[in-house]
């Protein structure tokens, strides 16, 4: 069974169709790419995957259960992580707290009584939780540092970090690299690659950079006009003709 | 002698939660129709008088939607510049005796747009770029301080008596067409309004500056790209919507019997109401619903039966019902994004309304701040009577306002409802302890938990409301419980108020004695504050802080905002209900006005400009509200109460500056100036500075200590670069050469480049 599968999903906004009959089926611990140019739909079916956007017809299962009337934070404890292209990280929190927070979520945390007697200081044992996920981002230096002092990049590191300790079966990534430079981009690849190998962790990544894309995923979906344009192995969709006329208006 | 010290003498709250204004109002609200009364056309009659009330909220409405639009701002100060504007008319027209004209064109034409003007350019311009919660703070500071200023300079007591003047050429003089007949004051009314609403579409329609005031509240930035001053356009839209009000306030003013600030509270919230009915941004809807609005006031007061308690409650607090049920069930208000400015992004983010960084090591301070506490409390023994009592009412209050350090400063919503809370638990304390002998030391624990069942009742159909919304919704649930519910005999025990005894069990537990009692207030705060203290530290204060931070960035990683939200309202409300009691048996009894929606917005004014975040801002806040008033009447200010309002409105200013609250702000000022040096915000952004720019290591060296972020980022990948690119066979390679752009530099080379920098 996928983890994640998405059956015949078509959306359209008033007369135009932004999806028509899209599959797309994630396997445990994959890292699975999804490409396309500019208005092909990408956003409109991962909003679609998340929940965000209703489709007009079409289910999204993920480990087997449908998803379309869950909110949000039940399909994070369903083991959906996800970032976000803007940015919704916590003002006025340091990294660290980020971490501690997403760390207690996942352990159900959160009553008040447990509060009242005390058990709302941090533990050793979830120091180092956030430690480790510091370390394997590269934040360790910056864990005090409040957020809102970071730079785009580590922001962008922060709520991959807030993800992870979620401990995600998928992790839904929207265009992380949008906003980075270069090396802060290759970083976040570096990042993503290491998330997966080391956790096991299934990721889902919208990205426009093509460079990026080739670098990690191993299996590649290419969108255009609201179709599934083509899927397969990365380096192979991508040396496909048809694909790369689809994606760089090449004719050669 | 305990009882001569009554903070809150219902008559003199600042914005007058005074049961005589609104019930004036209610018994005065058919008073359109007073020259109508020998004319046979009772229909006829409602439609006018309906049409004539409906003109004045929709006039104020519009001023409303015109504000907000133009400057993001939701002017609740609207009803004190249209208050503001009643009165100067009021004192030009009966107490200096000038012609109607000259008063009109002074209090309309040059007070009205000239304190719309005054109010953007000190307070509103600077801001567009803070959160909307500073701006509503703001507004709530205005909406106390002018009123407060009006009746601190000239407007007091016995100021105003005798009927306001009505725009009219004729007083009391009724035109009659046919079966038709209008009294004079509704013709202007209605005539007036035509003749705004027809100034403004031309000013939309037709006119440049139009244009461009349309233009501002699409994107301020985008119109300051086009050459455009939007600070101008905005300033000219807070102009025009002061006189809309000030021209509402006067021709409202005649309906009352007295110009009162709580009678313009009822039409601000009435305009409100049409305001949100036009979901804030159409005009031509917000006029329907002022309309509206003011038909269905006067038909129910022509209809419903006077003597029920529920229609006397009901008829004057129509508005407020209209309004929460619309915030409740009117589409398109629930989780709305506010922002769609296409620049937003360009303005530097703003600061938080409690956007102090976490304290990382505070618990070192506990045993001082014990051993401090214990000594002034030990003190405060030694004080004599009058001023222990007085400083026990200051730490009941306190511990009211460390309801807000829960609502406001961990969960981030602006609450007007505390007092509500607290009343709810006074009044059914007080019920029990009267009609069941239930003694008042279990009365607490009663008086917490009803305080915790309202703050359900209202937290539970608001949870889809954000920001702004939540805020008028809890403003218009106290109006309702205050108007309707508290003055119940079987609730607040009528005019009379209830008596209240001290905790007293014999035999077991003797509070009664003014010392005794003080011991029980400071043992209550103290454990409120450590509960606020744990929760704020504890999973629960972090998740609140998560969900303020970003409430989808919370969902995202499962901690459920719904179930947050209401874990706040519910404990705030505990709180609250429990010093509800306490406040009540201070006094030993409730009078009108204790828990009134007057007390509602100065609490939470004073708390939020003194610091909602903290223990130490409630302190001071309760503090300040009950030693204030007496240094005043010590100093022998006439009109204390209205000095307080001039006082703490004008702390606005302050708070505009200091938006994380005036108790940090004098702790970060006397830090800086004689603390020991701190790890300030600059500095740890300095370290990050540096942090970013240092060129790292050789990736030799780095190699060693895996936590260099990039020489160990960049090792890895030229290496499966190579290795995709082998097994694609160049495919990848390949359309970097044969993309049509500009070809891509050689980009797996670049990083090591970078590294050797």
Redesign the interface.
Same mark, same amino acid.
């Given at each position: 069974m996928p983890l994640l599968a998405a059956e015949s999903i078509s959306k359209h906004f008033g007369g135009i169709a932004a999806l028509v009959g899209v599959d797309l089926n994630v396997e445990p611990g994959e890292f699975v790419g999804l490409v396309g140019p500019n208005g092909a739909g990408k956003t409109t079916l991962f909003n679609c995957l998340l929940g965000i956007l209703k489709p007009n017809r079409g289910r999204v299962f993920f480990r087997g259960r449908d998803l379309s009337r869950m909110p949000m934070h039940a399909r994070a404890r369903l083991g959906l992580g996800r970032t976000f292209q803007r940015l919704e990280v916590f003002s006025g929190m340091t990294v660290r707290d980020h971490f501690l927070v997403a760390d207690r979520s996942r352990r159900k945390k959160g009553g008040l009584f447990g509060d009242l007697v005390g058990q709302g200081t941090p533990t050793r044992r979830e120091d180092a939780r956030a430690e480790a996920v510091g370390e394997l981002l590269g934040l360790t230096e910056l864990l005090d540092v409040p957020v809102d002092s970071l730079s785009l990049g580590h922001a962008r590191l922060v709520e991959l970090g807030r993800a992870v300790l979620t401990e995600p079966k998928l992790l839904m990534l929207d265009e992380p690299s949008s906003g980075l430079d270069r090396v802060e981009t290759m970083e976040m690849a570096r990042v993503l690659q290491s998330v997966q190998a080391e956790r096991g962790t299934a990721i889902l990544l919208v990205e426009h950079d093509l460079e990026m894309v080739s670098l990690v995923t191993s299996r590649l979906y290419v969108l255009e006009f609201g179709e599934m344009l083509a899927t397969g192995p990365t380096p192979q969709v991508l040396a496909h003709p048809v694909v790369r006329r689809a994606y760089v208006g090449d004719v050669a | 002698m305990s009882r001569a010290v009554s903070i809150w003498p219902a008559s003199a709250d600042p914005i007058g939660s005074t049961k005589s204004g609104l019930v004036a109002a209610g018994t005065a609200g058919p008073g359109w129709a007073r020259g109508n009364s020998k004319i046979v056309n009772d229909v006829v009659g409602l439609i006018v008088g309906g049409l004539a009330l409906g003109c004045v909220y929709a006039l104020v409405a519009t001023g409303v939607v015109l504000t907000y639009k133009t400057s993001a701002v939701f002017n609740l100060a609207l009803g004190a510049q249209a208050f503001t504007a009643a009165a100067v008319m009021y004192s030009l027209r009966n107490n200096l005796g000038l012609p109607l004209i000259l008063s009109f064109v002074v209090a309309v034409l040059i007070v009205g747009p000239l304190l719309g003007l005054g109010l953007y350019v000190t307070l509103f311009r600077r801001l567009r770029n803070v959160p909307e919660a500073v701006r509503l703070v703001v507004a709530l500071g205005v909406l106390i301080l002018l009123p407060a200023i009006v009746q601190a300079l000239w407007f007091g007591k016995g100021g105003n008596r005798g009927s306001p003047p009505a725009l009219v050429l004729e007083q009391d003089k009724v035109y009659a067409w046919g079966p038709v007949s209008i009294p004079a004051d509704q013709l202007s009314t209605i005539l007036f309004t035509i003749l705004v609403v027809v100034g403004l579409v031309a000013l939309f329609k037709y006119t440049n500056l139009g244009l461009q005031m349309r233009a501002v509240v699409e994107s301020p930035r985008m119109v300051q790209l086009a050459g455009i001053n939007a600070d101008r356009v905005s300033m000219i839209s807070w102009m025009l919507s002061g006189t809309i009000a000030a021209l509402g306030g006067v021709l409202l003013a005649p309906l009352f019997l007295s110009i009162t600030p709580s009678n313009y509270t009822i039409l601000l919230v009435a305009a409100i109401a049409a305001a949100v009915f036009g979901r804030l941004t159409s005009l031509p809807l917000t006029l329907v619903g002022g309309l509206a609005l003011g038909f269905l006031q006067q038909a129910l007061s022509r209809y419903l039966p006077s003597d029920s308690v529920l229609a006397q409650g009901l008829r004057p607090s129509l508005p407020f019902v209209v309004l929460f049920l619309l915030l409740l069930f009117w589409p398109g208000l629930r989780d709305r994004r506010e922002v769609t400015d296409p620049l937003a992004g360009v303005d530097p &983010?703003a600061s938080?309304i409690?956007?102090? *960084?976490?304290a990382?090591k505070d618990t070192s301070k506990v045993l001082p701040l014990t051993l401090g506490t214990v000594v002034i409390v030990a003190l405060c023994l030694l004080l004599p009577g009058i001023w222990m009592y007085r400083i026990t009412g200051a730490i009941v209050l306190s511990t009211i306002f460390l309801s807000f350090t829960v609502l406001t400063g961990m969960a981030g919503q602006i609450s007007l409802c505390q007092a509500a809370f607290a009343g709810a638990g006074a009044y059914g304390a007080a019920q029990l302890a009267n009609h069941f002998n239930v003694p008042i030391m279990v009365g607490l624990l009663v008086g917490g938990l009803v305080g915790l069942a309202v703050g359900m009742l209202i937290s539970l159909p608001t949870l889809g409301l954000r920001g702004i919304y939540l805020t008028l919704a809890t403003l218009a649930f106290t109006l309702m419980v205050d108007q309707i519910v508290f003055p119940l005999e079987q609730v607040g025990g009528g005019p009379a108020g209830l008596e209240v005894p001290r905790p007293y069990w014999s035999g077991f537990i003797d509070f009664s004695d003014d010392r005794a009692f003080f011991l029980l207030c400071v043992a209550a705060l103290a454990v409120a504050a450590l !509960?606020v203290w744990? @929760?704020r530290? #504890?999973?629960? +204060?972090?998740?609140l802080?998560?969900i303020? #931070? /970003?409430e989808? +960035?919370?969902?995202?990683? #499962? %901690?459920? &905002?719904s179930? =947050?939200k209401i874990?706040a309202f519910a404990?705030s409300a505990l709180i609250a209900g429990v010093g509800g009691v306490l406040l009540s048996s201070w006094q030993q009894r409730t009078s009108a006005g204790d828990f009134g929606v007057g007390n509602s917005l100065l609490w939470a004014l004073v708390v939020i400009i003194l610091g909602a975040r903290t223990i130490k801002g409630a302190l001071a806040g309760g503090f300040l509200l009950v030693l204030f008033p007496e240094l005043l009447k010590a100093a022998g200010i006439p009109n204390p109460e209205a000095w307080q309002g001039v006082v703490f409105g004008l702390g606005t200013f302050v708070f505009v500056r200091h938006p994380e609250g005036l108790v940090d702000a004098i702790g970060g000022w006397y830090q800086r100036h004689f603390g020991r040096p701190e790890r300030t915000?600059e500095e @740890?952004?300095r %370290? !990050?500075t540096i942090?970013?720019s240092e060129p790292e290591p050789p990736a030799g060296n780095g190699a060693s200590s895996?936590? =260099? &972020?990039?020489t =160990? #980022? @960049?090792g &890895?990948?030229p290496d499966?670069?190579g290795a *995709?690119a082998g097994?694609?066979?160049g495919? /990848?390679y390949?359309?970097?050469q044969? +993309? /049509?752009?500009p070809p891509?530099p050689p980009?797996m080379p670049?990083?090591p480049s970078?590294g050797g920098t």
């Open positions: - | &983010p938080s409690a956007g102090t *960084v976490r990382s !509960v744990l @929760v530290r #504890g999973t629960t +204060g972090r998740f802080d998560a303020r #931070g /970003s989808t +960035g919370a969902a995202s990683i #499962g %901690i459920n &905002p179930r =947050a874990t404990l915000t @740890v952004r %370290i !990050v942090d970013l895996p936590q =260099a &972020p990039y =160990a #980022g @960049v &890895p990948l499966t670069a *995709v097994t694609a066979g495919g /990848s390949r359309y970097a044969a +993309g /049509s752009g891509q980009s670049a990083p970078f």
